[in-house]
């Protein structure tokens, strides 16, 4: 994904798509379009409606808005969504995908009034492009350069005033030159469960999945890590797991064999997440430990253990962050330990004769 440069308006499904020949489908996408479909995350949603009518009763576009928080929790969907509201279009991009200003100018001169500018990962902007975009936010003009030497030549490109969002897993990584010049910055949380409940339904809805009771989605939404993602991705491996192993059936018992095919566990935790807890219990004694020895120790990146993996430890107490380091609690201890003795922590295994 990190890959793709700007991409047309029209090309923006991704995981929503249902899988090809998956049936039942009907090719409907499951991604929220309008602010009335979008569940939770109340307080950023009410800021983002009036900021929304504000601007289009004024005829302005919307003010820029800066998206923070863990993978999975509707960055992306807002931007969709707030194109949509503005009856605008979307172009999409990555801050790894621009290396250079002249990269957006395409882009940038094409965008009509109000449109949206999607600039994912937005911590990874290099230096030479946050600077291009700082007038193009501020005044809608962009300045580049004609010709070389001698003859170089300034020209300064007044654009349609436009809207840029950007997300980030990261929001520490961002310069305060940039943060600032959003009007709306926004940390997404975790979901709780009947924010995840309707989110399921909804989705179970458009999969076609009438038979799933209340009961079993509710199963989902508690192991669904507080992350919407998470929640449709079981909710389709449920599903497949009930077509094939238990003639269309989905009740609880064919919840917990689906999900232990997963490794997910009673609390939503998978393998990767036990490993990481594993090493900080058995390497470092339960710490505190520097985020990069537990990385070193697993062999995973420290920063994808960062936003992947510590944001929903963190939340549910079973690791804390101290000036130290990281220290697994009591409770993250416990749920281990359960964990080991009930045979969850199967592979990858970490030790050699275990
Ligand atoms: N508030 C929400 N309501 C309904 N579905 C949601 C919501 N937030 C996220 N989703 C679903 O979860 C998936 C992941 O959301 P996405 O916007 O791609 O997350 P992010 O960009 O933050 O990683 C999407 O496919 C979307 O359908
Ligand atoms: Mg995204």
């Known amino acids: 994904m990190a890959k793709e440069r700007i991409i047309s308006p029209a090309a923006q499904k991704r995981d929503d798509v249902p899988a090809p020949g998956g049936g039942g489908g009907g090719g409907a996408a499951i991604r929220p379009r309008t602010m009335d479909e979008f569940i939770g995350q109340r307080d950023l949603v009410e800021k983002l409606i009036i900021a929304l ?10 003010e820029h808005v800066l998206l923070h928080g863990p993978p999975g929790l509707g ?9 949509e509201e503005m009856g605008t279009r979307l172009y999409v991009t990555s801050g790894p995908a621009l290396s250079k200003g002249a990269d957006l100018v395409g882009t940038l001169t094409k965008m009509q009034p109000h449109d949206v500018l999607f600039i994912d990962e ?13 007038p193009a936010m501020e005044d809608f003009k962009i300045d580049f350069t ?7 030549k300034v020209i300064t490109y007044h654009l349609k005033p436009f809207t840029l969002i950007g997300a980030t897993t990261r929001a520490g990584l961002l310069t305060g030159a940039l943060r600032s010049r959003f009007g709306i910055a926004h940390n997404l949380r975790f979901y709780d469960e009947p924010d995840l409940l309707e989110i399921l339904r909804r989705a179970a809805a458009r999969l076609a999945l009438d038979a799933i009771g209340s009961d079993a989605l509710s199963a989902i939404a508690r192991r669904s890590r507080g992350t919407p993602r998470i929640a449709i991705r079981l909710l389709r491996r449920v599903r497949d797991f009930g077509q094939i192993r238990a003639a269309g059936r ?3 018992g064919v919840i917990d064999d689906a999900l232990a095919l997963e490794g997910v566990d009673d609390r939503g935790l998978d393998d990767f997440d036990r490993m990481y807890l594993r090493a900080m219990a058995d390497v470092y004694a339960g710490g ?8 070193a120790t697993i062999g995973q990146d420290a920063g994808t253990l ?4 510590e944001p929903f430890l963190l939340q549910i107490g079973f690791i804390a962050r101290t000036r130290q380091g990281r220290q697994l609690t009591s409770v993250g201890a416990g ?14 295994r970490l030790f050699a004769g275990e």
């Open 250 to 252: 989905i009740d609880a």
């Open 288 to 295: 505190p430990v520097g985020l990069e020895a537990i990385a």
């Open 146 to 152: 004609l010709d070389a030497g001698m003859h170089a």
């Open 335 to 348: 749920h281990l330990g359960a964990a080991i003795a009930a045979g969850e922590d199967a592979p990858p």
């Open 306 to 309: 960062e936003d992947v993996v």
């Open 53 to 62: 009518f504000a601007a289009r009763q004024r005829g302005e576009p919307m």
């Open 75 to 83: 960055k992306t969907t807002l931007a969709h969504v707030i194109a």
């Open 122 to 134: 937005i911590h990874r902007l290099p230096a030479a492009v946050e600077e291009f975009i700082y």
